[in-house]
């Protein structure tokens, strides 16, 4: 697996070409580094000179130091040279030989610059040869100058190829470390889950030493979880937590990465103080640099995905960055559904705690009420035996009819309650629904006949066998045949319809009433909900007929729809799991 600069074939290649550099152009010593977009050289090549290699090698520097003394050079060809006459114009970085000049106006001295710039196509700066101590110990003449320039433009060539080979081989790589973590995060909705699929792909894939990741709490601070690659509980330092919140903030509006190491200097999230704070933490744990990015969707900053290596591994590379950046996006919008997924569960257990309060409170009202309406219903039925006068029997008559429907009201909320409770478990039998819909439609008969509402059963050749409770289903027939009744104005039809439909069983009801709205409809299930039409708010009635019907089919594990117009009739469809 490539990983970067000084653990590649492009570090293998690089160093051959300094080596080369070294015995045909006859230098002792030939280095190579490499811009970063976050504008620093970094040394990736050192051949010649032992002490050289162990100075430069894996360093960096601010871009900007090598071009302010580049300033001042002298052109030769594609070569630049800075004699050391010139070194006072501007601070000199690297490395210096411990050598003493020869004598001649055209001597090397030890503070001598001679480099190659490595240009891509669009002639933009993508590195540096630079070398050092001629073999003669004198500046190279007229006729050497060209045959240095021919090398280092055929070398300056091979680096950039190179280095193109391997950027693209690190785009392959990286993106497919991020396919992988889009791949796993999309698929969870667990922030654990999230972070345990996609440790892995990152470790692997950024040839990191550990990573952990910091979650905000939803009130956007950081006292949120931390997570470990290796499940080790880590407890980051108050001030460390305090900086990691407003930096990931700031490089989320930044869309930016943020880099501190030991090997250099420069860093994007913190000041040289913090830095120092953060570097001895990392020491403490044997981290030698991290990589600092920032999780978030749209405008919201959600924590910091912290990268790690040590001392022996890559410095980060430019397309570490991008793509980690882009994982920073996709971890953040799996961590944002994630905490939506929580919110709503969260919800959602708060609606059905609420709801079964709700169905208790009901059961306990409902029988609460039930004992003193048996005690009036009692004495009403042991005063209408007495010898009363016409007022008195009216005013029993009418608490009479009043303690009834009351009572119907009872019924209702204790069946209700009953189908409502999850904790109250449907014991499923055969059921003829045939048998219960023509006891139904015998009951309602009489009711129908004296509304001069015609009551039409057209009943199926075999039988309709569902798979539920036998009680539960005929209060669901009865509140559809009831309601239809009701509201079918004198010389209407209901007609009623028992079928077998693949696996399921089909009980429709239809009528040529008043119809319903599209708007009440949207509510017509809801407990307690009357309709808005006149007509139909001028007849009695609970609003729980529907509820109940509903609450029953779930039960039942079919379903109820309506398809209504108002002054068109209605049609209910109920569809139930046969019985097999």
Known sequence: MAEAWSHTALHDTLQVVAEGVTKVAGFGVAAISVIHDSGETEVVAVAGNDAASAALLGTFSPVSSLLAELEVAEHWGKLRFVPHEKIGEVQRTG??????????????????????PLT??????????????????????????????????????????????ERLAEQVRLAETTRKIVRGASAQLSLEQIIHDSQRAIVDGFGIQGLWIHTFDEDGQGRGFVYSSDGQDVQLPDQLVELAVPAARNCWRDQRVGLISRRRTATQIATPEQRDQILEFLASVDIASIMFVPLGAGPECLGNLVLTRGEDDPEWTDGEATAALDIGHDLGRALLNSRMFEQERTLVHELQQLDRYKTQLIATVSHELKNPLTTIVGHLELLQEEDLDAPTEQSLAAIGRSAKRLNRLVEDLLLLSKVGDPGNPLIAAPVDLDEILGDVVETFGVQAASRDVRLAFYRPIHP?????????????????????????????????????????????????????????????????????????????????????????????????????????????????????
């Open 464 to 580: 309709v066998v569902a798979n539920g409770e036998a009680t539960e289903l005929e209060s669901l027939c009865t509140n559809l045949v009831s309601n239809a009744i009701r509201y079918t104005p004198a010389g209407g039809v209901v007609t009623l319809a028992l079928s077998v439909d693949g696996p399921d069983v089909l009980l429709t009801c239809t009528d040529d009433g008043i119809g319903i709205s599209p708007a009440d409809q949207e509510r017509l299930f809801s407990e307690f909900f009357r309709s808005t039409n006149p007509q139909a708010l001028a007849l009695p009635g609970t609003g729980l007929g529907l509820a109940i019907s509903r609450r029953v089919v779930a039960r039942h594990g079919g379903t109820i729809t309506v398809r209504s117009a108002l002054g068109e009739g209605s049609t209910f469809t109920v569809r139930l799991p046969a019985h097999i």
């Open 120 to 165: 891509d196509q669009h002639g933009e700066f993508r590195g540096f040869l630079s070398v050092d101590l001629p073999d003669d110990g004198r500046r190279p003449g007229p006729e050497r100058r060209r045959r240095l320039e021919m090398y280092a433009d055929q070398a300056g060539r091979a680096i950039l190829s190179a280095m193109q080979r």
């Open 95 to 116: 490395w210096v030989p411990d050598v003493t000049p020869l004598d001649g106006p055209d001597a090397w001295h030890p503070l001598d610059l001679l480099v190659a």
